[in-house]
């Protein structure tokens, strides 16, 4: 068994992390041994090598946030799970690994027609987009939502829950070899971002008053991104590629009555009840299970392969996840 771990953090990812063997403890009750199938390489994950990331482990740590995996052995007084089901990982439980012990409550069964590298990112990405298009505004069906990284894996779920609700996106790239993949995705509008952005987007959407902006980039892309939101519209940080901080002119943000907002996953978790939880994750899981959610896959790489899939996933040409299959040959 082996599984990546890290000792200390360093501005190059990849080489603060390798394939270590280890040993599994004894299952307590209410315990089961999953063998891990599949886990993705998230940009908070390479931030938290990085130790740029806004909540850290204690070290050492073994990485890795979200994955799937299958029950394999049964603890005592364990009778709610049966061997070979699919199960969602718990969260920030260090998924890069080719086995794991969990306590049974904290697991949610998963489709079994479902396919475990798209299952697999389920618990960041894909509610990170829904939730964003959900609770910040009240959105009808034909309104318009903006948003910047559209080639991000975010973006591209984004661009798929929003068209399942009824809503118009326009996507924003930063360079123009991203412009396929994200037309790939199912995005009628993309656009290469540029001082000009505004009077493109009025142009694209006849004028229309768009409320809602997500922003994923920052520095003077965000000012770009709420130039084009209608009066009183609301802008959603929730990252910052550009490694700046978000740019807003008063004449944009103040004398337009701009709302700005920040979105972090790891605080809804804190808020939010199980049950609000599961029925995220159990909408999520139905739609990427049917095949009308997915994300495009770059590149997949076994446990003894780390360094190169976080190499892999921290380059800037990705279009495509990274994803972990820790028991691949």
Known sequence: ???GEYASRGPVPQEVISAKEFELPSLGEGQVLIEVLASPINPSDVLTLTGEYGMLPPLPAVG???GVGRVATLGPQ?????IGELVLLPIGSGTWTTHMVADAQRLIALPPQGDPLQLSMLSVNPPTALLMLREFVDLQPGDWVIQNAANSAVGGYLVQIAASRGLKTVNIVRRKSA???VKASGAEHVLVDGDDLHERVAELTSGAKIRL??????????ERLARCLGQAGTMVNYGGMSGEPCMLSPATFVFRDLHLRGFWLAQWFRTATPEKQFAVFRELALQVAQ???KARI?????IDQIRDAVAAAAGDERDGKIVLEPNKG
């Open 1 to 3: 068994m082996k599984r």
């Open 64 to 66: 890795g946030n979200e």
């Open 78 to 82: 364990t009778d709610a799970w049966a």
């Open 179 to 181: 412009v396929d993949a």
């Open 213 to 222: 902006g997500i922003d994923a980039v920052g520095g003077m892309a965000s």
């Open 291 to 293: 095949g009308e959610l």
């Open 298 to 302: 770059q590149a997949t790489y076994g």
